[in-house]
């Protein structure tokens, strides 16, 4: 069974700067995608990065592309988000997901695993 682990969330003025991180275990697959999403009070679940398993592709929500890097170490089984230059509409809880599927896709059902979710808070 796989198990998903965020760390990192916290309260940040806009304009500052996070980094979320998600540790991966019980892995079995190799080829796996690997997500961020988040959950904003009131709103459905979005989607905001994916990265391949070589970390050669990656895909953004137009609504952090340029602010948001997603990044992977598969030798630590962690994914990463760098969060830059945050906006108050970012505050959000944000899920870690795994998809065993090479390719990126950006449907939060095509994602079999997920972690538990981390508060991200942007006060303005």
């Known amino acids: 069974q796989v198990q998903l682990v965020e760390s990192g969330g916290g309260l940040v003025q806009a304009g500052g700067s996070l980094r979320l991180s998600c540790a991966a275990s019980?892995?079995?697959?190799?080829?796996?995608?690997m997500g961020w999403f988040r959950q904003a009070p009131g709103k459905e679940r979005e989607f905001v990065a994916a990265?391949?398993?070589?970390?050669?592709?990656?895909y953004y929500a137009d609504s952090v592309k340029g602010r948001f890097t997603i990044s992977r170490d598969n030798a630590k089984n962690t994914v990463s988000l760098q969060m830059n230059n945050l906006k108050s509409e970012d505050t959000a809880v944000y899920y870690c997901?795994?998809?065993?599927?090479?390719?990126?896709?950006?449907?939060?059902?095509?994602?079999?695993?997920w972690g538990q979710g981390i508060q991200v808070t942007v006060s303005s």
């Open positions: 997901a795994e998809r065993p599927n090479p390719q990126i896709n950006a449907r939060s059902r095509s994602y079999d695993y």
């Open positions: 990265i391949s398993w070589s970390g050669a592709m990656t």
């Open positions: 019980g892995r079995t697959f190799s080829s796996e995608t």
